[in-house]
Structures are given as C-alpha cells and as structure tokens.
C-alpha cells in the first residue's frame, strides 16, 4: 500500500527546520537573539523576572544544559530558540 503524501507547497504546511549549535553562530548575533526572545510581548517569567542581563543569562545557562535550541526554519527564513523535545 503507498502513503499518499501532499507534495503542493500550498497545501503542505509542515515546518522544516534545520538546528543550528549555539556555539556556532556569532555571539552579538546569538546576544541580539536572546534579547529580542526574552522581550517578546507575553513571555511569562513568573517570580523570576529580574533584569535584561539577569534574563540573557538564564537563557543562556539554558543553552550550556541542553535545554532548549535555536531551529532555522527553511520557509520563513527565520532562527527561533526552542525547546529541546
């Protein structure tokens, strides 16, 4: 039996992403990234709040402990930190 697959690009909205190393990309670009992150209008950081700086380095410690990840969306052309599933 064959899977029938949409293969039309207007009708196929899966996303495809390419993970990029943190490590690898510039850190003024990595740093302008976690800052447009932490800043986005409803991000909930509970109690912790704190500081630009304050938030920059828990996103970043997040990165050093394997939690979350920046994916590179082929379609939009555009890098977004996630969580690791």
Known sequence: MQENKSTNPQTDHHEEGVEVPY???NP???RKMIEEFVSRDGAD???T???MEAKIEQVL???KAGKIKVV???R??????VTKA
Do not use: M
């Open 23 to 25: 490590a690898d990309i």
């Open 72 to 74: 590179f969306d082929l």
């Open 49 to 51: 709040g704190g500081t």
């Open 45 to 47: 950081w509970g109690e």
């Open 61 to 63: 410690q997040q990165f």
């Open 28 to 30: 003024e670009t990595l």
């Open 76 to 81: 939009s052309q555009t890098a977004n930190i």
